[in-house]
């Protein structure tokens, strides 16, 4: 068993999912925001993938932590380390909720998971898999410092790569 850990920015707390972070995540997934990431999503396969982002913790030594503001509590949305079948490589990923979009929120969580993963986990390299359309998330992972990788294996051919080195 791993201890999930809590990672704080300076203007935000990542932290564990619990149980009531499921409704907002779940309307997220169903919603036309979930696109990029093969949605919209029903109850069920919303649920699956909540769990799927807990259950990485102890399956691989890494996983989801809930974005929560330090100033107001508000849980704002997602970032983790995607690993397992549906994912040729660690991926490095995140999703913000409606209205939290361009203040630089998933680039300060992107950012310390990142770092946590390097540091902590010494995990060699990570990537993000995004859509070609998707030019918000682009622009996190060049922030990020990450590099566009064609010769990355993904499971849809259409997405972009983009590698995060050590």
Request: charged share 20%; net charge negative.
């Amino acid at each position: 068993m791993i201890d999930i850990p809590l990672l704080e920015t300076p203007r935000l707390r990542l932290r564990a999912q619990c149980l009531d972070d499921f409704p907002v995540y779940a309307a997220f997934l169903a919603s036309p925001r979930a696109r990029g990431m093969g949605g919209p999503f029903g109850e069920v396969a919303a649920w699956g993938q909540f769990c799927h982002d807990l259950a990485s913790w102890h399956l691989f030594g890494h996983g989801a932590l809930m974005i929560e503001r330090r100033d107001t509590g508000e849980c704002i949305g997602q970032v983790g380390i995607n690993h397992g079948p549906l994912f040729p490589e660690q991926e490095l990923g995140w999703l913000l909720y409606a209205g939290q979009e361009g203040q630089g929120f998933a680039s300060e969580a992107a950012a310390a998971l990142r770092d946590w993963a390097f540091v902590v986990r010494g995990l060699p390299t990570l990537v993000s898999y995004m859509a070609a359309d998707n030019h918000a998330s682009q622009a996190v992972a060049v922030r990020l410092g990450g590099v566009l990788d064609g010769a990355a294996v993904r499971s849809d051919p259409d997405d972009l790569v983009f590698r995060y080195p050590r």
